[in-house]
């Protein structure tokens, strides 16, 4: 096969993951190489890209390059990008998550937020994919490789290292902003609250939480007991700065 020449460029925060600075790429090819792959190999994980443009026209992943071409790469970021809505490749509002075992902060931000995620900072690679296919759940990881994984639909790659701003990142590209339920879900085990009654609970309490507190919360699914106490006050100002800046963002 005649060798070819793909000319890609990627648009919004993409650049982000390339390893230079320009944000226009020139590969050789010398065989049939599907879109997804090459787009890879500049180390955009597929989960990342939400329109590819071939010449100026919509394709999916699937699609096979064979001859020179020019490529566009597009986020998912309507806002910025407001064309040809019916051709997105990503789904852009999921409210389940699974998070590997360096997220373990957003995670507890998320929960406290009422937000869905599967955590366990044990699973394996494997276990991390498998979670997200069978359960529809999107995958957070900083490691792109997994993102890349083919059985992964959904995911998202956290830019920054601060926990605070990794969870404005999630609210933002998967517009959770609208379904917030603070307090509402398990931060150990992930698992519904629902209210208890004090003298089922009277048993888990330390003295002056008992003589001090009437209503409480209990896990469904560990049976941990929650009510408002000191740590309740910090965890409402955390869920403020976390909503402060979210509307930051917004409408900057
Ligand atoms: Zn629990």
């Not at 997105?88 to 360096?102: N, P, T």
């Not at 830019?159 to 999630?170: G, K, N």
Request: glycine share 6%.
């Amino acid at each position: 096969m005649t060798p070819f020449a793909i000319r890609l460029t990627f648009h919004g925060d993409l650049s982000f993951f390339l390893r230079s600075k320009a944000s226009t790429i020139e590969r050789q090819l010398s065989e049939r190489t599907s879109i997804k792959d090459v787009i890879e190999a500049c180390g955009v994980p597929h989960t990342e890209v939400d329109l590819i443009l071939l010449n100026g026209e919509p394709v999916d992943f699937a699609a096979v390059l064979t001859q020179d071409v020019g490529v566009d790469v597009y986020p998912p970021n309507e806002t910025h990008f407001p064309f040809f809505p019916e051709d997105r490749l990503q789904v852009h509002i999921i409210e389940k998550f699974v998070a590997d075992g360096h997220l373990g902060k957003l995670v507890r931000d998320l929960r406290l937020l009422g937000i869905d995620v599967a955590y366990d900072p044990a699973a394996d690679d494997r276990q991390l994919v498998r979670t997200a296919s069978d359960q529809e759940r999107s995958l957070l990881t900083r490691d792109r490789r997994l993102l890349m994984h083919a059985a992964v639909r959904h995911g998202y790659y956290p830019r920054s290292q601060d926990p605070l701003e990794q969870t404005v990142e999630v609210l933002r590209r998967f517009r959770l902003a609208s379904v917030l339920t603070p307090f509402s879900r398990c931060l150990r085990c992930n698992a519904p609250l629902e209210p208890a009654e004090k003298a089922k609970v009277l048993g888990q309490l330390e003295p002056l939480t008992k003589i001090y507190y009437d209503q409480f919360r209990r896990c469904r699914g560990c049976g941990q007991v929650y009510w408002s106490g000191s740590h309740f006050e910090k965890l409402q100002k955390r869920i403020e700065i976390i909503r402060s800046r979210f509307a930051g963002k917004t409408a900057g």
